[in-house]
């Protein structure tokens, strides 16, 4: 059974910092590219970052570029989402996704995401 779950999330003032951690099971973790989301009330979902399969090569949106940064321990199955200098207008829903494509077809999973609230 596939599954990726989310934790870490939570209630952070403005200028913290937090970690979000996403566990994979059910798939060769170590053979997919990694993304977080997130999505807040109202808006539509946001790509955060990407990390390759391997964790060489990664990629962020530029509203949390040199704030947030994603890793991964393929030893544990697990993706990591660092967040320092955190501001109210992160405040959303963060969600993990698995992607690769495997003899021509995409594969893709979800995670059902942890709440992260930036708030004094």
């Known amino acids: 059974q596939v599954q990726l779950v989310e934790s870490g999330g939570g209630l952070v003032q403005p200028g913290g910092s937090l970690r979000v951690s996403c566990v994979a099971s059910?798939?060769?973790?170590?053979?997919?590219?990694m993304r977080w989301y997130r999505q807040a009330v109202g808006k539509e979902r946001e790509l955060v970052g990407i990390?390759?399969?391997?964790?060489?090569?990664?990629n962020y949106a530029d509203s949390v570029k040199g704030r947030f940064t994603i890793s991964r321990d393929n030893a544990k199955n697990t993706v990591y989402l660092q967040m320092n200098s955190l501001k109210p207008e992160d405040t959303a829903v963060y969600s993990c996704?698995?992607?690769?494509?495997?003899?021509?077809?995409?594969?893709?999973?979800w995670g059902q995401g942890t709440q992260v609230t930036v708030s004094s």
């Open positions: 996704n698995a992607r690769t494509v495997l003899a021509g077809g995409l594969y893709t999973y």
């Open positions: 059910g798939f060769t973790f170590s053979s997919y590219a």
């Open positions: 990390i390759t399969s391997a964790g060489v090569i990664t």
